[in-house]
């Protein structure tokens, strides 16, 4: 058949992972072409994920901050929020970044196809192009043939059957358009996507329910982390219902009624002008016709790969939320550079100690390789250390010393094999516990690192001093 492209490496996707590897791939002089069926690239983090959705949260963040400055004799009015410009700020910020990564292809002269690509065998793609503005889908089709391809189709929110279909009823991507201000809210899923969201509507003046199924919020996190969060928010949102699941959902004049099962179930439906579904994201796998391609794909829709991102077929590689847990750009990013990498030929592998989550609600929580409950769970003998934030001179003067740092060391060598932060800015203080881990540092180390005050980085310093049971006496 006829072919349009010809390409060394063609990567399907412009996610994190995507945009990641088809930049490496040029970067080691391969010729790539990139296809994204959206108009921009960046995938769901730039698009519909984490950058919009810090967006918000930092401006959140300083609406509250703003109204505990009365404890410090400062006064402000009451906030008058122009929701039209608010959703102006997050699309300019989403703006300026997939602007920058537009260049970054060109500067690259990687080849962008617009349009969905779906494998025809293991050498070529079929591409539906989109039309001008990106949005839908023409008929029109291009074949690019390839001689190495990375798949990187990403993930979607798992939807909820019994659900009907109404504008009120969002996703993520759906509570990021932020259309208006609901007065009620219902949260489905009290993992880190469905809190962020929580966080920055409550603080536009939502009152909000939350239903989790499981018996904690935050699921990952080591429970201490978690309860400092918890604690903090406790008059934050209306009920937080454990072990409780959103059972029916009926469409009615003033809203959407939602009925409930399980332990902290109330006894009448309840009813919302908005409710954010965030149980998860499923992978894309099985919408590439992966199979033509004879790439296997597992029944929930992952592709396995080995530690050079390879899948079963020797020249298709797969990365980021579509071949497994945890769904995180960061870990997308990595493993596309080692995809690029071992297209290119080169001896790389994905060998992580440790890849960071962070919930970046108020205040945010971050960890680290190993939690407490993993090494009981895996009967991994530790030791740990631990610094509250309530004798940090930074964290007190900051009027924000509820939370801690913990390191965990391996009882043994001693060297750290993971950490946790509940704090003010802890997602970018966790970032040192990373270099830690993979440099295998251990208490002594980390301890005697001269770190600066007053911070609360230096919070890291001190855990680790703890953990030595030397005196902390440095406020
Ligand atoms: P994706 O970002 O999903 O990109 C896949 C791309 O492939 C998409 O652009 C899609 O249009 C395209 N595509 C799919 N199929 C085809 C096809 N057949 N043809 C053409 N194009 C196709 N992670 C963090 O690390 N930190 C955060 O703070 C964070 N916050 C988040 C907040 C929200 C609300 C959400 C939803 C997610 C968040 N995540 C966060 C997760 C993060 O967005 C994902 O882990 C990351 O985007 C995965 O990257 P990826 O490259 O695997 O795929």
Same mark, same amino acid.
């Given at each position: ?5 010809? #390409? ?41 994920? #984490? ?224 409710? @954010? ?50 769904? @995180? ?40 390789? @190993? ?57 970018? @203080? ?46």
């Amino acid at each position: 058949g006829k072919v349009d492209h010809e #390409c060394e490496v063609l990567v399907l996707g412009a996610g994190p992972g995507g945009y990641s590897a088809a930049f490496r791939s040029a970067d080691l002089g391969m010729n790539t072409v990139l296809v994204e069926r959206y108009p921009t690239l960046g995938g769901v983090c730039l698009n519909v994920g #984490c950058i919009p959705s810090k967006a918000l949260l930092h401006t959140t963040s300083v609406m509250d901050e703003v109204k505990t400055m009365a404890k410090h004799g400062i006064t402000f009015g009451a906030p008058k929020i122009e929701i039209d410009q608010l959703r102006g700020y997050k699309e300019s910020v989403i703006a300026k970044l997939t602007g920058g990564l537009a260049g970054m292809a060109k500067a690259r002269k990687v080849k962008v196809v617009r349009g969905l690509g779906k494998f025809l065998d293991a050498n070529h793609v079929e591409v539906e192009l989109t039309d001008g503005t990106g949005q839908d889908l023409t008929g029109k089709k291009e074949v690019v043939r390839f001689q190495k391809a990375i798949i990187a189709a990403g993930s979607q929110p798992v939807k909820l059957p019994f659900l009907p279909e109404d504008p009120r009823i969002v996703d993520s991507t759906g509570a990021l358009l932020l259309k208006s201000i609901p007065k009620r809210m219902l949260v489905i899923g009290g993992g880190i996507i469905g809190l962020e969201m929580a966080t920055v509507y409550s603080t536009l003046g939502s009152r909000i329910d939350i239903a989790e199924m499981m018996d904690g919020l935050m699921a990952g996190a080591d429970r201490d982390l978690e309860k400092v969060w918890e604690k903090f928010n406790a008059g934050r949102f209306e009920k937080i219902m454990l072990k409780t699941r959103a059972a029916k959902a009926e469409v009615k004049p003033d809203g959407i009624q939602v009925s409930f099962e399980g332990e902290n179930a109330p006894a009448e439906p309840q009813t919302y002008d908005l409710v @954010l579904v965030a149980v998860g994201r499923t992978p894309n796998g099985k919408k590439i016709d992966a199979g033509k391609a004879g790439v296997q794909v597992d029944e929930r829709g992952f592709i396995p790969v080995d530690k050079q991102m390879r899948t079963n077929v020797p020249n298709i590689f797969a990365i980021g939320d579509l071949v497994g847990q945890p769904m @995180l750009a960061h870990k997308a990013v990595h493993e596309g550079h080692v995809a690029a990498e071992a297209a290119a030929g080169e001896k790389s592998y994905f060998d992580a100690k440790q890849i960071p989550s962070v919930a970046y609600t108020d205040p945010e929580v971050a960890w680290a390789g @190993l939690t407490e409950e993993q090494c009981k769970a895996q009967g991994i003998a530790y030791e740990k250390g631990l610094f509250p934030w309530a004798a940090s001179g930074r964290a007190i003067a900051n009027g924000r010393d509820e939370g801690f740092t913990k390191l965990i060391f391996d009882a043994t060598t001693h060297r750290i094999i993971g950490g946790g932060i509940v704090g003010t800015h802890a997602g970018d @203080l966790i970032g040192e516990v990373c270099l830690a881990i993979e440099m295998g540092a251990d208490a002594v180390d980390i301890g005697k690192t001269i770190h600066p005050h007053p911070t609360l980085g230096e919070s890291v310093g001190l855990a680790a001093e703890a953990a030595h049971g030397h005196c902390t006496d440095l406020p």
